[in-house]
């Protein structure tokens, strides 16, 4: 079955540390890619999204994202972090095909805590 | 645009208890979808409609649990008898079309707690 993996579950960073969080999927037709935010006691935002073209995304925040579709990943970074941005963070894939209707994967979730 | 509305924002209620969790979608969606969301098992899709109509309700847990959408602009999930282990957050999230290349829009949520 296709899945999203989420390698990393809990990162704690200082401010102004660099970010990467990494993003795994499995399937082999075309996708499309998302990050959601969720702060504390809030719902998902849309951070970012890759549906084609350049591979690199910019999104809100200062986020970016890399679409490396030979390693079918899609890692969200961030050069330097903010004590804002301690939140929980989704990777999402949408599958092609008809069966799929815009059904969204989500990968388990990775929480970010920055430490000001 | 108001975003998708959730109500209750809250909902604490007594194991046996029926709970109604209602949406409204972003005016002008097609699509709308229900997710659970827990610790232990993270976001889970329960149903999602298109054009309201129900599409994919594999994820429900059971019959406890069922969803309508009588029209474009309401959707309610409901769950008949409740018990401790329904307690989580639930969204709701809707999406302008119908498929792949569209963006999903998710709501407040409900928190659930069932004593």
């Known amino acids: 079955a296709q899945s999203v993996s989420q390698h990393n579950h809990h990162v704690i960073l200082s401010e102004a540390a660099s970010l990467e969080l990494g993003c795994n999927y499995s399937y082999g037709g075309t996708v499309n890619l998302f990050w959601y935010v969720q702060y504390p006691g809030q719902h998902l935002q849309l951070l970012l999204k890759y549906f084609s073209g350049d591979p690199l995304v910019k999104g809100i925040k200062g986020f970016e994202a890399e679409f490396i579709k030979s390693k079918f990943s899609f890692n969200l970074r961030k050069p330097s972090v903010q004590w804002s941005d301690t939140a929980e963070y989704f990777c999402a894939v949408m599958l092609d095909g008809s069966s799929n209707t815009g059904k969204l994967i989500f990968g388990q979730g990775t929480t970010l805590q920055v430490k000001p | 645009d108001a975003g998708v509305i959730q109500s209750p924002r809250h909902e604490v209620t007594e194991m046996g208890q029926e709970v109604t969790l209602r949406c409204k979608p972003i005016?002008?969606?097609?699509?709308l979808f229900w997710y659970r969301q827990t610790m232990m098992r993270g976001l889970e899709l329960l149903i999602y409609f298109n054009n309201n109509v129900p599409i994919d309700d594999s994820g429900m847990p059971e019959d406890r649990f069922s969803a309508k959408m009588p029209n474009a602009s309401f959707s309610t999930l409901k769950i008949q008898p409740s018990e401790p282990r329904d307690s989580a957050v639930y969204f709701c999230?809707?999406?302008?079309?119908?498929?792949?290349?569209?963006?999903?829009?998710f709501g407040p949520g409900t928190r659930l707690l069932v004593l």
């Open positions: 005016s002008g969606h097609n699509s």
């Open positions: 999230a809707s999406m302008p079309g119908q498929g792949f290349g569209e963006t999903q829009y």
